[in-house]
């Protein structure tokens, strides 16, 4: 095969640049074989270089198993939009969210130990992309859920934004037209409104300490009698409980329904009683 034929072959297989190609070529002698390994050698040390910079962009990406019972969400970063966009990018970022699924990572340095059906590691495959387009690439962060109940998925446009929703229900009812449009109705609701609870019991000591100390910071700057505020307080702090609670949200599609509303209505046309046990919502 003629040397410029090598280089075709070499760069095809690779991604990585003519003059490469031909410098891993030429120090291989034009063994093939020899170059890719040479080139390969080369690319672990150029992704190791890179480990200082930083992830401002990235990808969401979700696996579902089949039967609804097992999802991952991970939060896949790399140095620009530019790579966020790529389509290798976005499908090892998709390969990484099944293997995590798969293999129930304890940590992200137990996920990189992780292997795929081809029984290659998560970290090798980020080096090799890596090493191929040229920007450093890791794992933000992940979470899996299992559940007795179903899990539905949502990726935004863009994939920036990311919705893994768990759902329970007294009857088998998912694979009903009517419960398959309300789960991803939720799922999107939480991906538009960016509840951080399902039901105000469900927030944190800090979420709902925040919350009153906002409160109060707004009432200290009017001129009320101490009476007027009382009721003042309480009314707010409910109000921001509304905003931030999942069940206590105006619906996206019908703001005449909150979403406890929905799942009423929803459960009385399904026969069955519907709730929302939590919900897991990651954005770039």
Request: net charge negative; aromatic share 4%.
């Amino acid at each position: 095969m003629e040397a410029m034929d090598l280089i075709k072959q070499l760069r095809s297989e690779t991604g990585v640049s003519v003059m490469d190609c031909k410098r891993a070529l030429d120090k291989a002698e034009n063994d093939i074989e020899k170059a890719r390994v040479i080139l390969k050698e080369e690319g672990l040390a150029k992704a190791d270089k890179k480990a200082e910079r930083e992830t401002k962009a990235g990808a969401i990406a979700i696996y579902v198993s089949d039967d609804g019972k097992k999802g991952s969400i991970i939060e896949f970063r790399c140095e620009t939009d530019f790579v966020a966009k790529n389509e290798e990018f976005i499908k090892l970022a998709d390969e990484i969210a099944k293997i995590t699924c798969n293999t129930n990572p304890t940590n992200i340095d137990d996920l990189l130990q992780k292997t795929n059906e081809n029984g290659e590691t998560v970290d090798g495959l980020i080096r090799n992309l890596v090493a191929k387009i040229g920007e450093k690439m890791e794992v933000a962060r992940f979470e899996i859920i299992n559940t007795e109940g179903y899990l539905s998925s949502y990726i935004h446009a863009g994939n920036r934004l990311g919705v893994l929703l768990e759902m329970k229900a007294d009857q088998d009812i998912w694979s009903n037209d009517i419960a398959k449009e309300l789960i991803g109705d939720l799922s999107m609701q939480v991906a538009a409104m960016a509840p951080i609870a399902v039901v105000p019991e469900d927030l944190s000591e800090e979420d709902v300490k925040n919350v009153k100390e906002y409160i109060e910071e707004e009432l200290t700057k009017e001129n009320k009698p101490e009476e007027i505020k009382v009721k003042i307080r309480e009314g707010r702090i409910q109000k921001r409980f509304s905003e931030i609670c999942l069940s206590y949200q105006p619906f996206i599609k019908n703001d005449a329904l909150t979403i406890s509303k929905l799942l009423e209505e929803k459960g009385k046309e399904l026969n069955a009683s519907i709730n929302i046990v939590g919900f897991i919502r990651y954005q770039i």
